[in-house]
């Protein structure tokens, strides 16, 4: 279980709200709990003293010598525990011990004629103070003898320590219990949302007909809800898209091969007309021309689109063969009449390649730079231990931004306002997709000094057509 996971964070939580919850609880109940014990006792001690304190001043002379102060003493403390009695009278004190009595308390008694006790920390220990003035039967005029009383407290500061210890170790169990209780709580809790979690991930694998279900009518039950009905509106989209994409790509590849026909009647007719234009007048040889080399873009624009339906298809298969890669290169730059036109460095490298889609690649990037670059062209074969890389690089204008992040899609032309050209836009569509039937990729960059650079990355192992 991770401590960072919803699990862990849920389970921290349970266990900091009932330890904080626990604490609390026993703060208040020990706060109350000492409240109340200490007030019993303290209300039990005063009461006790000034019971003792009436019966003893039955007989008591006023003014009072020494002698009768200290019996009027042992009288007060008689039948108390752990009680230590003081009696004063002006200058007199019984017995001479104080100091457990405060000044503040001999004052206010002095100063109120009234009962007052205060508790206080003496020797370590707590003790209740308690002093009371003797009165003048009947009228109540205070005679100046104060008596008081120290009596210790430490049995009750003993049970109130053992219920804090009692209360303490109670935490224990509660923490405890909320930890169980927590991890049962998470398990509830997250187990519908792992498995939307999963579902989800399965969604986005590609697998849309992935559904969970929905137990309960809580807000995980309408999230499940939710997911349930966003998954078949993705699944109908999805599937009419693949429906029209489908019929879309047959449309493409049965109209191009519909079109070789009579491009294929055309094509001799404009063969015909071109090479006895000469012999035509100027306006009829023009024109026999132009037929002519529409007609060979036209050729050119079907070949392309019914290579590309291939690679729609996944009908592409490579027919892989150990080749020598230079050699490959000249062939295709003599058979095009680009010789003269490209300076090639080659070096003689033996790979496990497709010939013919090597020759695609190559001869689409190669005329790509002679009708959009400027001269010179070069091809460099570059082999490594892993691979073969072949540049193709021009000293053209080069790439803008815009032209480099759209120039391997199909029917992309960087000069938009060409409408016209030589090219249909397939050529690098083509070349990628070669490419990547390798195994291999494409990639381009600005060339230092200016113009445009491709680099062609096949394995040199080859890879055999797994689509």
């Not at 003893?56 to 102060?69: C, I, K, M, N, T």
């Not at 055309?266 to 234009?277: C, F, G, N, P």
């Not at 070069?378 to 690089?393: G, H, N, Q, R």
Request: charged share 25%.
């Amino acid at each position: 279980m991770r401590l960072g996971g919803l699990r862990g964070r849920l389970l921290v939580a349970f266990v900091l709200v009932s330890l904080l919850s626990a604490a609390t609880a026993t703060v208040l109940a020990y706060d109350k709990a000492r409240e109340a014990i200490l007030e019993r006792a303290s209300s039990s001690a005063v009461q006790n003293f000034r019971d003792r304190v009436s019966m003893s001043v039955g007989e008591f002379d006023v003014p009072p010598d020494q002698r009768a102060l200290n019996r009027l003493a042992e009288a007060a403390a008689s039948g108390s525990r752990d009680a230590k009695v003081v009696v004063r009278y002006q200058d007199l004190v019984a017995p001479a011990e104080q100091e457990a009595i405060p000044s503040g308390l001999r004052d206010r008694v002095r100063a109120e004629n009234r009962l007052s006790f205060q508790r206080v920390d003496w020797n370590g220990a707590p003790w209740l103070v308690v002093g009371i003035p003797v009165t003048f039967a009947g009228s109540g005029r205070p005679s100046g003898v104060e008596v008081f009383q120290v009596i210790s407290l430490q049995p009750e500061q003993d049970d109130i320590a053992a219920l804090l210890t009692s209360v303490r170790d109670g935490v224990v169990p509660v923490v405890l219990l909320a930890a169980v209780l927590a991890l049962l709580a998470a398990g509830t809790v997250l187990r519908p949302v792992r498995r939307l979690a999963q579902a989800t991930r399965r969604l986005a694998g590609g697998r849309l007909e992935t559904r969970v279900p929905v137990k309960g009518r809580d807000e995980l039950a309408d999230l499940a809800r939710d997911f349930n009905e966003t998954a078949d509106a993705l699944q109908s989209s999805v599937t009419e898209l693949q429906e029209q994409e489908a019929h879309a790509r047959r449309f493409v590849a049965d109209v191009s091969h519909e079109l070789r026909t009579p491009l294929a009647a055309m094509t001799m007719v404009s063969s015909v007309l071109d090479e006895d234009a000469g012999d035509l007048p100027p306006d009829t040889a023009h024109a026999a021309r132009t037929v002519s080399a529409e007609t060979a873009g036209l050729v050119r624009l079907v070949d392309d689109l019914i290579e590309i339906s291939r690679f729609d298809a996944r009908a592409a298969t490579l027919t892989p063969q150990d080749v020598d890669v230079a050699e490959v290169l000249r062939a295709t730059l003599s058979t095009r009449g680009w010789t003269d036109l490209v300076s090639a460095e080659l070096t003689t490298v033996r790979a496990r390649l497709d010939r013919r889609r090597l020759d695609v690649i190559v001869a689409n990037l190669v005329g790509n730079a002679l009708r959009h670059g400027e001269p010179p062209v070069t091809v460099v074969l570059k082999p490594t231990e892993s691979e073969v890389l072949v540049e193709v690089a021009d000293r053209g204008p080069g790439l803008t931004a815009e032209a480099a992040r759209h120039v391997f899609e199909r029917f992309y032309k960087a000069d938009t306002a060409r409408t016209r050209s030589e090219g249909s836009g397939l050529g690098l569509a083509i070349a990628q997709e070669n490419a990547r039937l390798h195994g291999g990729l494409i990639t381009h960059a600005d060339r230092e000094g200016g113009g445009a650079v491709f680099i062609l990355r096949l394995p040199r192992n080859g890879k055999e057509d797994d689509r």
